[in-house]
């Protein structure tokens, strides 16, 4: 763990989207694939993938 805090990495997962970053993707509309919209936030593929499902 000490190894990791002093190279500046995270052993856990990314952060969750936050409102901002949902309503972000909202903005999308239809266009961006998942991956494009992911690498945009931050976030990964699955992220954006359950936040678009929970959203219908």
Do not use: F, N, W
């Not at 969750?16 to 593929?45: H, N």
């Amino acid at each position: 763990m000490r190894a990791t805090r002093e190279r500046g990495t995270r052993l856990e997962r990314p952060p969750a989207p936050s409102p901002d970053q949902v309503d972000a993707v909202r903005l999308y509309g239809d266009g961006p694939s998942y991956a494009q919209i992911a690498r945009a936030l931050g976030v990964g593929k699955s992220t954006i993938a359950r936040v678009l499902a929970g959203s219908r």
